[in-house]
């Protein structure tokens, strides 16, 4: 077949809603929905931190939409972003080809003790639910170890008053891995010292899942052509795991994703100091149009 007679694939630039997942979960929820992990009334359904209702804001700021979830369904899927991390620039690269990411577990802990007096109510006979919280965050430093990362980024004590113990304390955690058996382990260490703290502390804890999402490896191919585009642009390259979820995650699910990444001044992000300098960002744009430019060649090519 003559080269140029098959049909062009079109391109497709897509934004998808709540990747975050702060104000809403989970997140990378936008994506979750359109590669059918997660149905779109329950997404719609989805009820903020301020108690609003994910549906009812995307009709406000006219953002919803009649298209089904997975109406379009990619050949390819490819994402570029800011690393949010050190390595980058520690190794002196301009180019992540991104070959794997992490899993991801988050989970809501309520721990409920009782509030009483600060100063008459003996160390001994308190059940105190701040307290209990604060070895959790401990005990969480202390279970991340061979490649898993825990995180405690919500901390809520009520009545949250100077001279009350606490009666109760809310708390979020954040738990990472790209090797899915350690998370899995790192879940149940967690679940083991929940069920000690209570325990020991005389209260009760409740875990509510928040999100949960396996590991996932990048297209091999995919990946290559990003280390061969840059290599090609004299652009220093390396291979990384990405630290953080990200929507190639969940089309990775029904298509052949990777992700580019491009230096973080310092490793700073979700932070007013996050900073990547315009020419990083021009060379992660540039390698990410030749590696476009390399698929659709290819599907022009003879076959």
């Not at 990619?74 to 992540?96: K, S, T």
């Not at 991340?144 to 979020?172: C, F, H, K, Q, Y």
């Not at 191919?221 to 840059?230: F, H």
């Not at 652009?235 to 992700?259: E, F, K, N, W, Y």
Request: with cysteine; proline share 6%; net charge negative.
């Amino acid at each position: 077949m003559p080269r140029g007679s098959c049909r062009a694939r079109p391109l497709v630039v897509a934004a998808f809603t709540n990747e975050e997942g702060v104000r809403f979960a989970p997140d990378m929820m936008g994506s979750l929905v359109h590669a059918g992990g997660l149905g779109l009334a329950e997404a719609l359904a989805s009820i903020g931190t301020d108690g609003t209702v994910l549906g009812e804001e995307l009709r406000r700021i006219g953002y919803a939409s009649s298209m089904a979830p997975g109406t379009i369904r990619p050949a390819a899927y490819l994402e570029l972003h800011v690393e949010q991390g050190p390595v980058l620039e520690r190794d002196g690269a301009a180019i992540g080809a991104v070959e794997d990411l992490q899993g991801i577990s988050w989970q809501r802990l309520r721990i409920e003790g009782r509030a009483n007096h600060a100063g008459t109510t003996p160390m001994a006979l308190r059940r105190d639910a701040g307290h209990a919280a604060a070895r959790i965050v401990t005990g969480l430093r202390a279970l991340a170890t061979g490649g898993t990362a825990a995180t405690v980024g919500s901390l809520r004590l009520e009545p949250d008053a100077i001279n009350v113990i606490s009666g109760a304390a809310v708390l979020t955690v954040d738990l990472r891995d790209p090797d899915e058996g350690r998370l899995a382990a790192a879940e149940a260490a967690l679940a083991g010292l929940v069920a000690e703290v209570a325990a020991e502390e005389g209260v009760a804890i409740t875990t509510e899942r928040l999100a949960r999402f396996q590991p996932v490896r990048f297209d091999p191919a995919l990946v290559a052509r990003i280390e061969q585009a840059a290599a090609k642009r004299g652009l220093p390259v390396r291979r990384m795991t990405s630290g953080a979820g990200h929507d190639a995650q969940m089309l990775a699910r029904i298509c052949p994703s990777a992700m580019i990444f491009v230096p973080s001044r310092d490793g700073i992000s979700h932070n007013p100091a996050e900073y990547t300098a315009p020419e990083a960002l021009v060379a992660g744009a540039e390698v990410l149009l030749d590696v476009v430019r390399g698929l659709l060649d290819a599907d022009q090519g003879p076959g």
